[in-house]
Structures are given as C-alpha cells and as structure tokens.
C-alpha cells in the first residue's frame, strides 16, 4: 500500500525533507495535495483529513503522511517514524535518537531561515517586514549559519565510522535533510554560502551533499518532475538585499 | 544511577521540560549546572562536555542529558529518549509517536513565544529589538496563540481515553510540557491569557494545567526550592508592552 504524503503543493518546503526520503528509498506514495480535485486529492482533500473532526490525531500543520490509518505530523516525528520501514536509519535505538537529535537541529535551522525573510508575522506578506527581515537575514549570514555549519562539520568529522554520512557508515534521513538544507541555503544565501565554503567551513557537509545528490534514486527524483524549484513562496527565497552583502 | 541535566542554571527555559519530567517520575538526576565548580560541576563542566572533541555525538545547545554514556540533546529527543524508562509515555509505538508530535508543536509554540521578544537576533538585547518585538507578540497574541490553543482544546477534546490527558488515559511528559507552557504564557502574557480564558479557548488545556499542578510529586517540587521563579533572562519574558492591550 501506498504513503500518503500530505503538503502545500507549489512548495518544496518542509515537506521536501519527507519526499526525499520515500524517493531515496524507492517508496511508493501519493503526493495527495499535488493530486487532482476530481479524483479526491489536491489541496481540498488536504484540508479536509487536517479538518476531519474524527481524527483523534489531528496534524497541527503540514507536512504529514497517512500510512494506513496512522497519521504522523511534524517532519521530524513523521521521518522518525518512517525510517525504519524505509531502511533510512540504523536499527540500534542509540543511533535513532542521535539521528533524530540532528534532524530536529535541522529543523531549527530551517525554522531561522524562514524567519529570516518573515521574522514579524507568517501572516503579513514579506513586503510588510522587509526592514526587520534585513536586521534578522544579516544576523543570520553573520553568526547562525557559520554556528551551524560548524557543528555538522564537526559531527562529521567525529563519526566513528567516517565522514562520509552524519550517522553511521550508512545513507540515514538526516543525510538526505543535511542535502536539502544546503540546496535551500545555496538558493536563497548563495553570497553567504560561497564565503562560507571559501573559508572552509563546510568542507564536509559539501561532499554529503555532493554524495548524496550522486545516489541514483536521489539523482533520477531531482531530475523528474516531481522534484519542483525552489520559489518565493516557500522556505528558502533568493531576495538578494538579504544575502550577505 | 543518576541522569545528568545539563542546563542553564538561572532559568527555566527549555531545560525545565526535562526537569518536569524527572520530577514527575521521582528519577533521580543531577542539575550539574547548578553544582558547585569545586564539586566538578557548575556551568564550566556543562561547557565542558559540550566542547570535548571526543564527544561523538555532541549537544548543539542546552539542554543535555547524560545517561550514563549515552548523551542526547534537543529537548523533544531527551524526553522521547527517557519517557519509556520514566513511565511517561505509553508503550505501544503509535502512541509514542503521538506523544512526540505534540511535543513537537509544543516545542514550536515555545519558539514563537521566545521570538516575540527576540524577532531579530538572540546575540542583541531585547531593548535593541523592542520595535520589532512588539510587532511579532502583537501577531502572537492576535493570532498564534489561540491557534495553538484550538488544537490542544481539540486534541484534548478527542482523546478517546478522554480530556484528562493529552496521550491516552495516563499522564505523559506531553501533560507536563503542557503544564509549564501554560505556566509560562500566563507569566508572559497574562492579559492574553485572560482572554483566552474569558472567551473559553482554554477550558480544558486549564484543566489539565490544573491537574498536573495537583500531582504530588510535581507539586512538591515546584514548593522546593529546585523550582526556579520565571525572570527576564529566559523564554517566557514579562514584557507588559508585548502582552495585549
């Protein structure tokens, strides 16, 4: 049977981080949202497992998947859950929780550079915090992406079994979010994200992200139609007079 | 054995939805922070083994918890991590992830309420960010916080075991997250709160704040000096110019 992946269809978004992991595993699943009107998906459908009032566990928001009659919200609890189906996460319950540790450290950063271009409200267009977006973007370029950059280099660099995947000698989840978080980073920060690869600070998450870009299910997703393009309506936006100067 | 909670030792923050949860289940830990330097503890041993190059799997930020020589960080993960040994958490999966993704939201919740009154950078002082601060807890208390608060309502109201608990019929470390961020948003916001109150947005989220403040141990513990006074150095700020009109 088939995961239902439930999430706003023109974004990539936190969703994404879902949709590369049942991509990279080869799962199948329905992007219902992405889904036509007429055939019981898209966005109304969406709304409606979200509204349903016998839903004893109601998403908060999306993303959140459907595998069966479970129904799983929050990125980081909805990919805790899924790994291990998905063989995207090592089978020893230390491991799971130090994946899951930093899958919720990349849940932060990604909470900060959303709010980098909304810092006031969600509910008022960019334009209405434009001033107050450049005071937080520039702390950001400034202090939080060298601070986190820093710290996936360094658990890189301390995998007792290599460098070359966050957890392990394997692909986990954490990998596949540590590859979208810099595609977002590239899109909206590319001055910001050049200095810091320059100056080497990302040295390592590079390479991930270069691995991880390389394996075949992942390669062959990124170039479907499935895999949309980053836009200013999503997470990560290119709005220039936010990027380091 | 003894857990270690490794935390900021003049707040409550984030550390506290651990420390809740210890107390609640009579675990005994050590608030090594809060120690004595001489004693090998104190903020310098918290630095310590956050900075130790050793350290496989270190801590992004506080909190941490040492168990033994497990060490895991990010409050969500540290409680999912010790709720089944501390009772707090149902056994079967599906509950387990449940319990997590309300966490998760409440976890989020805590984020904005600290960003109301730092929307910009957590390196300025509020009195550097105050503009902002009021524009982003005017949007809070408008919108965000009876958002969250309907879905708690909600949640509570369908719980199939009843409203007593958020997670089944039993107290989980969900109830006690939920207790301190009521706790915490009636310190911050009490006119907001209020309202919320006074329009009955809250029934049962107070209800249960009640119940988990009635527990003996829990109760015990917020009489004994272990329990901490919120200030304005941590998440929950009495700001009376961020709070409604």
């Given at each position: 049977m088939s995961y239902e992946l439930?999430?706003?269809?023109?974004?990539?978004?936190?969703?994404e981080f879902v949709r590369l992991a049942l991509e990279?595993?080869?799962?199948?699943y329905v992007d219902v949202a992405r889904g036509r009107d007429d055939q019981g998906q898209g966005v109304a459908a969406m709304q409606r497992t979200m509204d349903d009032a016998a839903q004893p566990h109601p998403?908060?928001?999306?993303?959140?998947?459907?595998?069966?009659?479970?129904?799983?919200?929050?990125?980081a609890a909805i990919l805790h859950y899924l790994a291990p189906a998905l063989k995207l996460v090592a089978r020893n319950e230390q491991a799971r929780v130090w994946t899951q540790q930093i899958q919720l450290t990349i849940a932060d950063l990604v909470t900060e550079a959303h709010d980098t271009?909304?810092?006031?409200a969600n509910s008022l267009f960019y334009e209405d915090q434009k001033a107050e977006a450049q005071r937080r973007?520039?702390?950001f370029c400034r202090t939080r992406l060298?601070?986190?950059?820093?710290w996936f280099e360094r658990i890189l660099a301390h995998n007792p079994a290599g460098p070359r995947h966050?957890?392990?000698?394997r692909l986990s989840y954490a990998d596949l979010s540590l590859f979208q978080v810099v595609e977002g980073l590239r899109y909206a920060f590319p001055r910001a994200m050049a200095q810091a690869q320059a100056k080497g600070l990302a040295?390592?998450?590079?390479q991930l992200h270069q691995r991880v870009q390389a394996q075949p299910r992942v390669a062959a997703y990124l170039r479907s139609p499935r895999r949309l393009a980053f836009n200013e309506q999503g997470i990560f936006r290119r709005y220039p007079e936010l990027d380091l100067v």
């Amino acid at each position: 049977m088939s995961y239902e992946l439930h999430y706003w269809p023109t974004i990539l978004g936190r969703g994404e981080f879902v949709r590369l992991a049942l991509e990279a595993a080869g799962a199948p699943y329905v992007d219902v949202a992405r889904g036509r009107d007429d055939q019981g998906q898209g966005v109304a459908a969406m709304q409606r497992t979200m509204d349903d009032a016998a839903q004893p566990h109601p998403p908060f928001a999306p993303p959140f998947l459907k595998d069966g009659k479970i129904l799983v919200g929050q990125t980081a609890a909805i990919l805790h859950y899924l790994a291990p189906a998905l063989k995207l996460v090592a089978r020893n319950e230390q491991a799971r929780v130090w994946t899951q540790q930093i899958q919720l450290t990349i849940a932060d950063l990604v909470t900060e550079a959303h709010d980098t271009h909304h810092p006031i409200a969600n509910s008022l267009f960019y334009e209405d915090q434009k001033a107050e977006a450049q005071r937080r973007a520039a702390d950001f370029c400034r202090t939080r992406l060298s601070k986190y950059l820093h710290w996936f280099e360094r658990i890189l660099a301390h995998n007792p079994a290599g460098p070359r995947h966050l957890v392990g000698g394997r692909l986990s989840y954490a990998d596949l979010s540590l590859f979208q978080v810099v595609e977002g980073l590239r899109y909206a920060f590319p001055r910001a994200m050049a200095q810091a690869q320059a100056k080497g600070l990302a040295l390592l998450v590079l390479q991930l992200h270069q691995r991880v870009q390389a394996q075949p299910r992942v390669a062959a997703y990124l170039r479907s139609p499935r895999r949309l393009a980053f836009n200013e309506q999503g997470i990560f936006r290119r709005y220039p007079e936010l990027d380091l100067v």
